[in-house]
């Protein structure tokens, strides 16, 4: 009995340390700095086979979206079969890409993968015995969540053996390496926060943005969120440290950008390109010294309008705007003030460059000098492209954001 429970356990250790037809122990599957079958079998990729590989229905990988990828070898005379592949980052293939789920009984998780690493191995039913022509084997791939991951390329080692059992140079073993690009973001359509501000002043106090995005839908969508300084260049931001940055939603997922209180006092603009399906707002904060920090809610401006009105009260409280040219080409913006029984009491015009964006207090215009101490509306309207416009009232410490009426 005793004899045998040893044989058994030193047969057990063998298999995992020895590849076999129960499957090939980890990192054989020709990662560069890894091996591949040809240590024991014969010298790869001198037979008559060919290693095909898709990831089925797609052309590209999806973020976090798990994909079904088959492998085939076709070797004319092959009897029993055999593979390993495994998936990382192109750019860095000592990083692993996504991750492998089991899916029928023809492979296996192959063992010993060091931590964080997965490789996809035959299974003894896997070798096919007796079966000529061609073996495939399919296995379920989940991408990496977000697609600034880049690039992902399966290693992948087959072996079309001859079916004698043994490791031996009859066994014709082929390498290959199959990339797949991230699938380009769906851009939907392009929304805008004609306002961003963040960092600090000492007349205007600390200021921090918020993005809040959420996907209403039952798939997965990628959001790429940009930034834009006063002038319309793109704008490198605190906590994202680039002037860009996608976010991954799965189903019915929410997600945030942060742009903190960071470096002096910076104004702009937040360009949101996301599926129609992708609802959310900003938040606008600031934090006064010796004050509670007050905040201020925006939703997504469309890019395309050419109008906006925004009903404003200057009489206790001093109305600020925010009007930016979402477009790619230059725009005149003409407003006009009406007073609360519809009369103009004043207009002026602003020319803005693509993505420019201009914000004040009204008042502060010197032909807008009569709004102070009125209620009543004003009216925008652009020519040459759209115009995003966004109120804001203070009240002394106070304020609050005015949503514009769109057309
Ligand atoms: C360290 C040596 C070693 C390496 C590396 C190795 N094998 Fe093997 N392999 C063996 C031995 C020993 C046998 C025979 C015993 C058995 O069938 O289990 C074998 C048998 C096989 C067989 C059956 C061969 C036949 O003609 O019947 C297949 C298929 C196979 N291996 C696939 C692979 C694949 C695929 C790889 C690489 C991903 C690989 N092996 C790497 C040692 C190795």
Redesign the pocket.
């Known amino acids: 009995m005793r004899t045998i429970a040893v044989f058994l356990l030193l047969a057990g250790f063998t ?1 995992a ?6 499957g ?2 980890a990192q ?2 020709g990662v560069p700095g890894e ?7 014969g010298t790869a990729n001198t037979g008559q086979g060919s290693v095909s590989f898709l990831l089925v229905s797609a052309t590209a990988w999806t973020p976090g979206q798990p994909v079904k990828a088959r492998l085939t070898l076709n070797d004319p005379s092959a ?6 592949l495994t998936a990382r980052a192109t750019q860095d293939p000592a990083r692993m890409a996504g991750s492998f789920r089991i899916i029928n009984n023809y492979t296996q998780l192959a063992a010993n993968a060091p931590p964080g690493f997965q490789y996809v ?2 299974t003894l039913a896997g ?1 096919f ?1 007796g079966v000529t022509g061609s073996a495939s084997w399919e296995v379920e791939w989940t991408p990496p969540s977000d697609a600034g991951f880049g690039a992902v390329s399966f290693y992948i ?3 079309g ?8 140079s ?2 014709r ?1 082929y390498t290959a390496i199959f990339s797949y690009q991230p699938s380009a973001p769906s851009l939907g359509v392009t929304r805008v926060l004609p306002q961003l501000a963040f960092g600090s002043s000492s007349t205007q106090g600390n200021w921090s943005t918020s993005v809040y995005l959420h996907n209403t839908t039952p798939s997965p969508v990628v959001a790429t969120v940009r930034f834009f300084d006063a002038d319309g260049s793109p704008l490198a931001v605190p906590g994202i440290d680039d002037s860009s940055t996608q976010v991954s939603l799965g189903a019915l997922g929410t997600g945030v950008v942060e742009v903190p209180n960071i470096g002096p006092l910076t104004q702009g603009s937040v360009f949101i390109e996301a599926p129609q399906d992708v609802i959310g707002y900003g938040i606008f904060r600031q934090a006064l010294q010796g004050v509670n920090p007050q905040e201020g809610v925006v939703p997504f401006s469309s890019s395309t309008a050419t109008g906006a009105a925004i009903v404003f009260d200057d009489t206790d409280f001093v109305t600020a705007i925010a009007v930016l040219n979402p477009g790619s080409s230059a725009v005149a913006v003409t407003v006009h003030a009406l007073d609360a029984n519809g009369a103009e009491i004043g207009t002026f015009t602003l020319n803005l460059n693509p993505r420019q964006r201009e914000a004040f207090a009204v008042r502060d215009r010197p032909e807008m000098t009569m709004v102070q101490g009125q209620r009543g509306v004003l009216k925008f309207s652009s020519s040459g492209g759209p115009v995003s416009v966004l109120g804001l009232r203070f009240n002394q410490l106070a304020f609050t954001s005015i949503l514009p009426a769109e057309r």
Do not use: E, I, K, Y
């Not at 340390?17 to 129960?22: D, E, Q, V």
């Not at 009897?79 to 390993?84: L, M, S, V």
């Open positions: 298999g340390a020895w590849g076999n037809s129960n090939v122990p054989l599957s091996g591949n079958c040809s240590a024991c079998h009897t029993r079969w055999g593979f390993q191995t035959h070798t015995p080692t087959c072996n053996a001859n079916g004698n059992g043994q490791a031996d009859g066994d073993v």
